[in-house]
């Protein structure tokens, strides 16, 4: 059964940085790109970021680029948001998605259940 | 970028037929993918590609596309198929998805 477990997530002041982790299990995690997506309260789906399989192509939302990091570490199964300069409309529940392929597509199969992030002084 | 747009709100009388509509420039070049997606919950694909359900989706539920326009359509629909229904594509220009912003499904 594939598995997509986010951790991080907390009560962070604005400028400050948080670090989300996505644990995969139940597929091989390598052999896929995956994706954070996020979610404001009450509003829908912001794709975030994507990184392709072996991390070779990587894209970000204008609203995060310069300010967010994505990376994957296929050993450890595990895919990361770095997010620095926080703001409070950064706040939102963020869910890792896995992709149907190797390549960053629209295509997501599998989601975690999410990690609420809040951006509040 | 490109966005994709779709109606807020539509509401459909059980057992009858509904199509959710998303339109954009880069629906033109790629095709759409469609989630369901229902309070507290995280999205469940339903559509991708052409006309593709991943496996468990109902046989009720089907994609189409002409032109900017990509369509969902579900057939017979169920109390169970109340949600909001998000569509995403590539951006024409940057390395770049976006999603539409979601169409909340009532079932009457």
């Known amino acids: 059964e594939v598995q997509l477990v986010e951790s991080g997530g907390g009560l962070v002041q604005p400028g400050r940085s948080l670090r989300l982790s996505c644990a995969a299990s139940?597929?091989?995690?390598?052999?896929?790109?995956t994706h954070w997506v996020r979610q404001a309260p009450g509003k829908g789906l912001e794709w975030v970021s994507g990184?392709?399989?072996?991390?070779?192509?990587?894209g970000y939302a204008d609203s995060v680029k310069g300010r967010f990091t994505i990376s994957r570490d296929n050993a450890k199964n595990s895919l990361y948001l770095q997010m620095n300069s926080l703001r409070v409309d950064d706040t939102a529940v963020y869910y890792c998605?896995?992709?149907?392929?190797?390549?960053?597509?629209?295509?997501?199969?599998?989601w975690g259940q999410g990690t609420l992030v809040t951006v509040s002084s | 970028s490109s966005e994709l747009t779709q109606d807020p709100a539509v509401s459909v009388a059980l057992g009858q037929t509904v199509r959710i509509t998303c339109q954009g420039d880069?629906?033109?070049?790629?095709?759409a993918s469609w989630y369901q997606q229902k309070p507290g919950q995280a999205p469940i694909l339903v559509i991708y590609?052409?006309?593709n359900r991943p496996s468990g989706i109902p046989d009720r539920f089907s994609g189409s596309s002409s032109g900017n326009t990509a369509s969902l359509t579900i057939t017979g629909a169920q109390a169970e198929d109340e949600a909001d229904y998000y569509c995403?594509?590539?951006?024409?220009?940057?390395?770049?998805?976006?999603f539409g912003g979601g169409t909340k499904l009532t079932v009457l």
């Open positions: 995403n594509s590539r951006d024409t220009i940057d390395n770049h998805l976006v």
């Open positions: 880069s629906l033109r070049r790629y095709y």
């Open positions: 590609g052409k006309n």
């Open positions: 990184i392709t399989w072996n991390s070779g192509n990587i």
């Open positions: 139940g597929f091989t995690f390598a052999d896929y790109a």
């Open positions: 998605a896995k992709d149907i392929g190797y390549i960053s597509s629209p295509t997501f199969d599998h």
